[in-house]
């Protein structure tokens, strides 16, 4: 696009062409690897997965003992059993439970006697107050997707998953090149027509306010020569540059001729007020931008071509801007030429909120202090009269919460790879995914609390999945059944099935220790399915009632050593490098509320579930088949 001098492009058009500008000389983040415990605040570059588990040993949840299940069975108030000391173990919260133990008793339930045994008066469940491998954190589970500023909580989680080190976006660093033979550094005693340099304080303390590092260089007088050398000083050692003051047309005003003979000038002249001189160029693929000496000027310039570039590298998504209704108290005249931002103070008289406009003069900084709000007032315009109900930006940022995809429901690994496309290609779109099994995902879509839930139910009558459920439970329609994937079920067992496991039914047999999912998850009641198809008691097999709530976490119990088989994912066995003996292919759909559909968030998902990239995604995952995900399936 070639220069135009003092041009009045609208402002939305001259952000719009500027980025694609920047773009097209290859303006993006760069990244960084840095220790985990310095990155709070910062954004992650990928998704990041844990090293281990967490805890990474099964571990006491109460101050007890620890006894094998077995030798507590039969224990009652009327017939209680008495275990000798090399029976029991002694346990603080927290201990590491011994090879040969499987339980622990609340010291509230024990009863010390004499010799050294304690007697019991309840039987103890296999697995009862341990906190098991991987209950917090499994070894392979996403931790923090991509593009997510680290917060403390998930620097805790990284550690405990054995993460120590983090690629994040690297900060960009703003270069500030105060320029001027009136502009002097700040002092106590300026002499008449010197001007105290605080645009850059200003500015640096907004960029970085943004996440980006600022660099203040020294005071340029007005010489071609040295401002053009500055600026290519500032353009090799910085990722973005603000020329300060020189972008009007006034006799020393050099800015636009060196951003021109060292790069490129896009646009000169943007209409809106204050700011109307902003040059936006760049020297390669580094922004360099022009900024009006006045400071209100300089502030509505950064905010509105700047902000948006440092976004745009931080993976950030801009923040909402919150908007109340208002009466102006003062008529406020605009010129038709430019958009008009107009600073207001704010404030409830009674009922009703009012809008006092401030001065508008571009050197009353002020102004800006004071200010509760911006009243907008578009290009075109003329203005507003007293008493007029005007639309006024607030000052405050919106919650991220609006803009969170809950999922409710079975749980399966794609969710978390789904969750993180989502973020990738919309970064002001997150999801929220909770694993309550496949029925608890149909109570909270009945309860209005989700926007989707992954669902897996088998209906044993005539072996379909899903459709039966949704006619049940939702009889009067409002939700879509939406094809989501076929996944592979079957047993996991230890690299190199070590016990010889064949099929389902070997889940009984004396010595196997088994691990399940929870009640209402749809793996759960196909389990329940084949132990009655099997004719197996599930009484009878030892850990039947040991419930995991995800499918990695029954993974990481088999890894452990802690159980020796577990119905579960192909994809989770992989994972956790797993022998896997598949029992059958099921479907795993998402339900849909109708009140839901039409929203953005959830129609971004459709799409994602449609892309070719969430395919060769699920297909190097492996146990999945594809097959029109995010087609209606009828009911």
Known sequence: MGFEYLTNVPLRKARADYLKLLEDHGFAPQTEVIPVYEACGRVTAHAVYAHICAPHYAASAMDGAAVRAKDTFGATETTPITLAKNQYMVLDTGDPIPDNCDAVIMVEDIVKNGDGSITIHAAAAPWQHIRQIGEDICAGEMILPSHMTVSPSALGAMIAGGVLEVEVIRKPKVGIIPTGDEIIPPCTDPKPGDILEFNGSIFSAMVRQWGAEAMVYPIVPDQFDQIRDMVAKAAD??????????????REDYSVKVIRELGQVLYHGIAMKPGKPAILGCKGNTPILGVPGYPV???????????????????????????AKAALTRPVVSGLKYEEFVRVRMGYVGDKLMASPLSRGSGVVSSFMKADGILEVPQGLEGYEAGSEVNVRLLSRADKLENTLVVI??????????????????????????????????????????????????????????????RKYFPRGGVKLIRCVGRQQGLMVARGNPLGIEKFSDIARDGLRYVNRQKGSGTRILTDYLCRQNGLDTAAIYGYDREELTHTSVAAQIISGSADAGMGIYSAAKLYDLDFIPICIEEYDLIIPDHAWDTPMVQQLLATLKSGAFREKLLAMGGYTVENPGEIIEV
């Not at 429901?409 to 989502?422: I, K, Q």
């Not at 496949?438 to 992954?454: P, T, V």
């Open 237 to 250: 050692e910085c990722d973005l540059v603000i020329l300060n003051a020189g972008s009007s047309a006034g």
């Open 409 to 470: 429901g079975s749980h399966d690994p794609l969710l978390d790879e789904l969750g993180n496309m989502l973020h990738v290609e919309n970064n002001g779109v997150y999801m929220s995914s909770s694993h309550v099994g496949s029925m608890g995902g149909i109570m909270a879509i009945r309860r209005g609390e989700a926007h989707a839930a992954g669902c897996h139910l088998l209906d044993t009558a005539d072996g379909s999945y899903n459709t039966a459920f949704i």
């Open 297 to 323: 000027s300089g502030i509505i310039v950064i905010e509105e071509l700047l902000k948006p570039l440092i976004d745009h590298w931080l993976k950030a998504p801009a923040a909402p801007r919150q908007y």
